[in-house]
C-alpha cells in the first residue's frame, strides 16, 4: 500500500514544481498539499474505505483546482495549463472512476462526475461517463435524457443526441417524457440547421458544399417521432403535449396542422381534446381595431370566452361525461375568478357557470368536489334558498360521503334550516360509522348553538354508545368540557364519575378533569390523586409522562414529597419496554432541574 501511495505522490511533483516555478503556489503551500494528498491518499488504500474518503479527496483537489484558477486570475498568468490543471483533472477523473466502480447503485455519485466533468470542459470525458452510468443505470429514463441533451447542447452532436434516444427507446418504449425530449431534439436540431442556412445565404456563401435537406428543415424527423410516439402512447394528453412542444417553433404551421387533425379525429370522445380546442380560442386574435376602453376590452374578451363556450357545448354533444362535463366547469370557474372592473362580465361569468353547474347536476354528472364552489357562490350572492335546496341535492347525489353531508349540513345551519335535528340523523344513517366524527362534532357545535342544555346531553349520551372508539372517546372529552362550561365544577366531577369506568378512555379524559380541579379556588390533592390513580390504571405500563406529572405533583404545595418515592418505585415497577428508559432520562433532568 505504501508503495502505491509514494508513487501516486510522486507522480505529483512535476505539477507541483510547476505551481512554485510560476509563483502560483509557495514553497510551504506545496509541502501542505504534499502532506494533505499523502494522508487522503492513504485513507482510499485502507482494507475498508467509505464513500466519504473518495468524496473528500476530490473535494480537496476541485478546491486545489479552483484556487489555481484565482491565483491565476489575480497574478493574470494563463500557461502551463496542460502541465497544472491537465494533471488535476485527469486525477479527479481517476478517483471518480474508482468511486463510481465501488459504488454503481449510487446515482448522486454519477451525476456529482457529470457536473465536475461539465465544469472543467472535459468533453470527451462526459460522454465516456455517461455512457458508463447509462450501462449501470439503464432502468431510468432521466439519465437517457440528460446524457442525450448534453451530446446536443455541450458536444453540438445532433446525431449523438439521437442515437441515445433510439436506445432509450429500446428500453423504454412508452415513456411519455422521453418521446417528447426526443421530439423538441429533433426541432431544435432543424430550427439550427434554418438559422445556420439563413446565416450563409445572408452572406452570400455558396450553399454547394453544404447539405440541407428540405425534409429535416421542415422538420420531417421530428414528424416520424411524433408518429412512432402517438402509434404507441395513444392519450389527448400526450398529442397536446406534442403540439405545444411543436407550438414553440415557428416553421412548424403544417406540422401543427396535422397533429390538430389527429387530435380532432381520433380523440373526440375525449373531454381533454375539447377543453384544450376551446382553450385555444382564447388566443385567437381580437375585432381588429385596437381596444381603448375597459368596456371595449371587456366586451372582447366575453366574445372569446363564448366562443369558448360554443366548443364546449359541441363536445358535450359527442360524449355528455363527467370529464367532459369537468372540463368546461373548471373553465368557466378559472375565468370567474379572474380580475375584472366591469360588473357586466362578471355578471355574465357567475351566470354562466351558474348554468353549467346546474346542468351538470341535473346530468348527475356534477362530480362531488364542484358542490362545495356551488354552494359558496349561491352563499355570497344571497340566495339561501338556491344554497338549501343544493345542499340537499348533493346529499341525495352523494349519500356515502362525509365530506358532502359535513358540507350540506354547515350550508343549511348557515341559511337557518329549521330540520337540522332529521337532516343529521338522516347523515349518520348513511354515513360509514367509522368515519362519522366529524358529522357528530358538527351536530353538537349546532346544538349548543341552538338547542337545549338537555337536547345537547341527550346527544353527547347518544354518541357515548357509538361502537366506534374514536367517537366514544371524543364524546367522553367533549362531554366533560360542556359539563363544566355549562354546569361548573359539581358537574363536571359527576359527568367524571359516572364516565370513568366506561372503556374506551382517552388520557385527555383524565388530564382535562386534574385541569379541572386545578382551576378551583381550592383544589383538594385527595382528588388529584384519585385521578391521576385512575388515569395510571388505564396508562401507567407505557405513558412515562403521566408517572412524571404524578410526582411534580406531589413536589407542589398541595402534594406530599414523601409520597414521590412510592410513585417512583411503581413507575420502575410497571412501565414496560422503551417507555422505562425514557422515564429514568426524564426523572434524571427533573432531578438536576434541566426539566
Given at each position: 500500500m505504501a508503495e502505491i501511495v509514494q508513487q501516486r505522490i510522486e507522480d505529483r511533483i512535476p505539477e507541483l514544481e510547476q505551481l512554485e516555478r510560476v509563483?502560483?503556489?509557495?514553497?510551504?503551500?506545496?509541502?501542505?498539499?504534499?502532506?494533505?494528498?499523502?494522508?487522503?491518499?492513504?485513507?482510499?488504500?485502507?482494507?475498508?474505505?467509505?464513500k466519504e474518503d473518495f468524496i473528500a479527496y476530490i473535494q480537496y483537489e476541485i478546491n486545489v483546482l479552483e484556487l489555481i484558477k484565482k491565483r491565476r486570475a489575480h497574478i493574470n498568468y494563463n500557461f502551463k495549463r496542460e502541465e497544472i490543471e491537465f494533471p488535476i483533472i485527469h486525477r479527479i477523473n481517476?478517483?471518480?472512476?474508482?468511486?463510481?466502480?465501488?459504488?454503481?447503485?449510487?446515482?448522486?455519485?454519477?451525476?456529482?462526475?457529470?457536473?465536475?466533468?461539465?465544469?472543467?470542459?472535459?468533453?470527451?470525458?462526459?460522454s465516456k461517463v455517461y455512457s458508463a452510468m447509462l450501462a449501470i443505470h439503464p432502468d431510468k429514463p432521466a439519465l437517457w435524457i440528460m446524457a442525450a441533451k448534453s451530446e446536443l447542447e455541450d458536444r453540438e452532436s445532433s446525431e449523438s443526441a439521437r442515437h441515445l434516444f433510439l436506445r432509450a427507446l429500446r428500453f423504454h418504449p412508452n415513456n411519455k417524457k422521453v418521446y417528447q425530449e426526443y421530439f423538441r431534439m429533433?426541432?431544435?436540431?432543424a430550427e439550427k440547421l434554418r438559422k445556420q442556412k439563413a446565416e450563409l445565404e445572408k452572406a452570400e456563401i455558396d450553399l454547394g458544399e453544404y447539405e440541407f435537406s428540405p425534409e429535416i428543415l421542415s422538420g420531417r424527423l421530428a414528424e416520424i417521432v411524433y408518429k412512432d410516439a402517438t402509434g404507441k402512447i395513444k392519450e389527448a394528453e400526450f398529442v397536446i403535449s406534442l403540439l405545444n412542444i411543436a407550438a414553440i417553433f415557428d416553421f412548424t404551421k403544417e406540422l401543427q396542422?396535422?397533429?390538430?387533425?389527429?387530435?380532432?379525429?381520433?380523440?373526440?370522445?375525449?373531454?381533454?381534446?375539447?377543453?384544450?380546442m376551446?382553450?385555444?380560442?382564447?388566443?385567437?386574435?381580437?375585432?381588429?381595431?385596437?381596444?381603448?376602453?375597459?368596456?371595449?376590452?371587456?366586451?372582447?374578451?366575453?366574445?372569446?370566452?363564448?366562443?369558448?363556450?360554443?366548443?364546449?357545448?359541441?363536445?358535450?354533444?359527442?360524449?355528455?361525461?363527467?370529464?367532459?362535463?369537468?372540463?368546461y366547469l373548471d373553465f368557466c370557474m378559472e375565468r370567474r375568478?379572474?380580475?375584472?372592473?366591469?360588473?357586466?362580465?362578471?355578471?355574465?361569468r357567475q351566470e354562466r357557470l351558474l348554468g353549467v353547474l346546474q346542468r351538470a347536476h341535473d346530468a348527475s354528472?356534477?362530480?362531488?368536489?364542484?358542490?362545495?364552489?356551488?354552494?359558496?357562490?349561491?352563499?355570497?350572492?344571497?340566495?339561501?334558498?338556491?344554497?338549501?335546496?343544493?345542499?340537499m341535492a348533493a346529499t341525495e347525489r352523494y349519500r356515502q360521503s362525509v365530506t358532502m353531508w359535513s358540507l350540506s349540513l354547515q350550508t343549511l345551519m348557515e341559511v337557518g334550516s329549521g330540520d337540522m335535528a332529521r337532516f343529521f340523523q338522516e347523515a349518520l344513517t348513511h354515513v360509514n360509522p367509522k368515519e362519522s366524527l366529524p358529522l357528530w362534532q358538527l351536530q353538537l357545535q349546532w346544538s349548543m348553538a341552538t338547542q337545549t342544555p338537555e337536547e345537547t346531553e341527550a346527544i353527547f349520551k347518544r354518541g357515548l354508545q357509538s361502537a366506534v372508539p374514536a367517537i366514544a372517546m371524543e364524546m367522553k372529552d367533549g362531554f366533560l368540557n360542556w359539563s363544566y362550561s355549562t354546569g361548573g365544577y359539581k358537574k363536571a366531577r359527576k359527568t367524571f364519575k359516572s364516565l370513568q369506568e366506561i372503556r374506551p378512555l382517552s388520557k385527555a379524559f383524565f388530564t382535562r378533569m386534574i385541569e379541572i380541579e386545578k382551576e378551583q379556588e381550592t383544589p383538594k390533592m385527595n382528588y388529584l390523586r384519585e385521578y391521576y390513580e385512575?388515569?395510571?390504571?388505564?396508562?401507567?405500563?407505557?405513558?412515562?409522562?403521566?408517572?412524571?406529572?404524578?410526582?411534580?405533583?406531589?413536589?407542589?404545595?398541595?402534594?406530599?414529597p414523601e409520597n414521590c418515592g412510592k410513585i417512583h418505585w411503581r413507575a420502575m415497577k410497571f412501565l414496560e419496554g422503551e417507555s422505562v428508559e425514557r422515564f429514568i432520562s426524564k426523572y434524571t433532568l427533573f432531578q438536576t432541574g434541566h426539566l
Open positions: 509563483g502560483l503556489f509557495t514553497k510551504k503551500e506545496v509541502k501542505s498539499v504534499v502532506k494533505r494528498a499523502t494522508a487522503l491518499e492513504y485513507k482510499l488504500h485502507r482494507m475498508i474505505v467509505n481517476s478517483i471518480f472512476r474508482r468511486a463510481t466502480k465501488k459504488w454503481k447503485d449510487d446515482v448522486q455519485l454519477w451525476l456529482s462526475h457529470v457536473a465536475f466533468c461539465k465544469k472543467w470542459a472535459t468533453k470527451g470525458q462526459l429533433e426541432l431544435l436540431h396542422d396535422s397533429i390538430l387533425q389527429d387530435l380532432q379525429t381520433n380523440y373526440a370522445a375525449d373531454g381533454l381534446m375539447w377543453d384544450f376551446a382553450r385555444r380560442e382564447l388566443e385567437a386574435p381580437g375585432v381588429g381595431e385596437e381596444l381603448h376602453s375597459a368596456k371595449a376590452r371587456a366586451s372582447d374578451i366575453n366574445r372569446k370566452e363564448e366562443r369558448c363556450c360554443l366548443i364546449y357545448e359541441e363536445g358535450l354533444k359527442v360524449a355528455s361525461t363527467e370529464p367532459m362535463w369537468s372540463c375568478k379572474r380580475k375584472t372592473n366591469v360588473e357586466e362580465l362578471m355578471e355574465k354528472l356534477l362530480k362531488e368536489d364542484y358542490y362545495k364552489s356551488w354552494l359558496q357562490i349561491l352563499l355570497s350572492s344571497g340566495d339561501a334558498e338556491g344554497a338549501a335546496s343544493v345542499a385512575r388515569a395510571l390504571q388505564e396508562f401507567g405500563t407505557s405513558d412515562d409522562d403521566l408517572w412524571l406529572q404524578y410526582i411534580q405533583e406531589e413536589l407542589s404545595p398541595l402534594g406530599q
